[in-house]
């Protein structure tokens, strides 16, 4: 039985666990917006799940074939997501014992859980409808969380999302597990009857249950690139893959040999490069997922704090498949003005009604920038099709604001969601207004008059969520740098010396001649209404905290913060010296 005065209560959502005062086990403060957001498409995919087999329903029970009574009747054992609650667990959380129970013990097992499927939902039994066809019921979804640590991010799925199934935590450290199981103990019968912690290598797992998780989540301190592999397939056809990768020096292009290695795609150091890692790991899971025949559909992807998380659904379709290549794209960026162009690696024509693909056309850019005139450095390939759907995003958007109160860290990841909104959806990475003032050495207007240029000639621009300056637009270069030439004739600069790019893009003539009158579409709806769009973090030294196990020493300020470090020193150090002089009386006794 666990001794609860070793523990501390944290309470995120609906969910309270148990935390260890050694660290034993990895709990990151900073990622209630990651929870939040999980939540929240989590809701939303079983919302459109269900209107998506509602609409395929009639055509499943034209094609379904009969089945006696008997079968019918019987529940496929595999399908059913959950089991009953033990007895000692109480609708309300609490259990019978008075330290809410032994909090060591394992909740049920997997024996208890098949035998107690008759008694769950029925979900996935075959039932006949008024016509005599057979058709088949919706399952509620079930997850795997592969890494789950305390278990807080499965007990929030299990209690929180409505209409969810079985809830598998993994975790290959037996602390982690033993911790989570007392989580699950600690809140309550929900918890007992969804949730299940097993002590497991989470690779070797995902590869032994083929296609089997509606949502597979992978949330590592680090890099996630040697679960996907095993995580594509263990996703159900239509299923949602959660990824987040917090290694973003690596991504970034800190180490582009290391990005490599681990993702295939080499990144570029651009004011984009936080999108540019967003790309390289969809590009990523997509190769992956081609390997069996299977692709990618992104529904959201965000850049928040200290890493990117995606959310891809998965199908299997080998025609579909060779789409592939015209998702992808090498990015080439200029070493001088930072102009960067795609070049796409696939392309198709149509030919008596059939299609062919082809290798793309290239080269997109000349040996030399034909702007400034220096080299290109090449990155890439990375993902260059949509990276949000937009109708997900609005789906998204008014249930969180629906349930408000449900989301601890609603008003960051409401202010997400509504940039996210406003992005340009086919417009890969993004411009960088004080880096092109830079270049020219020039005073910049404001992202106002400069969206106003860009609109009245005749193009589209919008922020991004990536970067409070950051701009999307679809107006090529050359139209980028016109509107900047005609900005300096009106704000002349210094003379700077001839080998400078911005020397050199400034000494030609601008062929567009730049209207800087303000436009109507200049401000998003959110800017005119001035709704928050880019919140300050809620506290100092907020991001990934200690790895679990780690001794907690002088060098994490920038991690925790002076206070919490001198209080865990100085907790230690009274602990030292009560230690000592317990030694220092029992020699004094014996003696």
Avoid at 327 to 339: A, E, F, I, N, R
Avoid at 525 to 551: C, D, M, S, T, Y
């Amino acid at each position: 039985m666990a001794d609860l005065s070793e523990f501390k209560i944290v309470k995120e959502g609906e969910a309270e666990i148990l935390m260890h005062k050694q660290n034993e086990v990895f709990y990151n403060k900073a990622q209630v917006n990651n929870r939040d957001m999980s939540i929240a498409v989590l809701r939303t995919f079983i919302s459109k799940r269900k209107e998506e087999h509602e609409a395929n329903s009639p055509k499943k029970a034209k094609r379904a074939p009969k089945v006696s009574e008997s079968d019918a009747s019987e529940p496929a054992k595999e399908d059913v997501p959950h089991a009953s609650p033990p007895e000692d667990c109480r609708d309300n959380g609490e259990c019978e014992d008075g330290n809410r129970m032994a909090l060591d013990e394992p909740c049920n097992t997997a024996e208890e859980q098949v035998k107690s499927s008759e008694e769950c939902n029925g979900a996935g039994e075959s039932m006949s409808n008024a016509d005599g066809k057979v058709q088949r019921e919706l399952k509620p979804p079930r997850v795997l969380e592969a890494l789950s640590a305390s278990g807080l991010r499965a007990l929030r799925y299990a209690r929180e999302v409505e209409g969810i199934g079985q809830v598998v935590a993994l975790d290959n450290d037996q602390a982690s597990v033993d911790a989570c199981r007392r989580n699950i103990k600690f809140n309550g019968s929900v918890a007992c009857s969804k949730v299940e912690s097993h002590l497991a290598d989470a690779r070797v797992y995902m590869l032994t249950h083929p296609k089997e998780f509606d949502v597979v989540d992978l949330d590592p301190y680090g890099s996630p690139s040697v679960f996907l592999d095993s995580a594509v397939q263990s996703v159900a056809d239509g299923g949602m893959l959660m990824c987040t990768a917090t290694d973003m020096a690596v991504l970034c292009g800190g180490n582009g040999e290391v990005c490599y290695s681990k993702y295939g795609s080499y990144p570029l150091r651009g004011k984009y490069c936080h999108e540019m890692a967003l790309r390289i790991l969809l590009a990523s899971i997509e190769s992956h997922a081609n390997r069996y025949k299977r692709y990618i559909v992104p529904v959201l992807s965000v850049q928040i704090d200290f890493y990117v998380r995606v959310f891809v659904r998965i199908y299997t379709s080998a025609s579909a498949m060779k789409n592939t290549p015209l998702k992808l794209s090498y990015v080439y960026q200029c070493t001088g003005c930072d102009s960067f162009h795609l070049q796409p690696i696939g392309r198709t024509i149509a030919k008596n009604n059939s299609v062919r693909y082809l290798p793309g056309y290239g080269p997109v850019v000349p040996q030399e920038c034909t702007y400034c005139g220096k080299k290109f450095n090449m990155g890439g390939p990375i993902w260059s099709a949509p990276i949000h759907d937009q109708e997900w995003v609005t789906s998204m958007l008014a249930d969180v604001k629906s349930m408000k109160s449900s989301y601890p860290a609603y008003d960051r990841i409401s202010a997400l969601l509504t940039t996210i909104s406003e992005e340009l959806p086919d417009v890969p990475l993004f411009l960088s207004l004080h880096n092109l003032c830079a270049t020219l050495k020039c005073t910049s207007p404001s992202a106002v008059i400069f969206r106003s240029a860009v609109i009245n000639a005749g193009y589209r621009i919008s922020g991004t969520h990536v970067n409070p300056l950051g701009l999307k637009s679809d107006a090529p270069m050359d139209v980028i740098w016109d509107i900047m030439r005609c900005w300096v004739k009106n704000h002349p600069v210094k003379a700077q010396p001839a080998d400078q790019a911005g020397t050199v893009i400034l000494a030609k003539e601008p062929v567009l001649q730049a209207n800087f009158a303000r436009a109507v579409a200049s401000l998003s709806k959110a800017q005119a209404k001035k709704v928050a769009r880019f919140l300050p973090n809620p506290e100092k030294h907020w991001g990934p905290k200690v790895r679990a196990g780690r001794q907690i020493t002088s060098k994490h300020v920038s991690l925790l913060g002076e206070a919490a470090i001198n209080g865990v020193l100085n907790q230690e150090d009274n602990e030292e010296s009560k230690t000592k002089k317990q030694k220092v009386e029992g020699n004094n006794i014996t003696t």
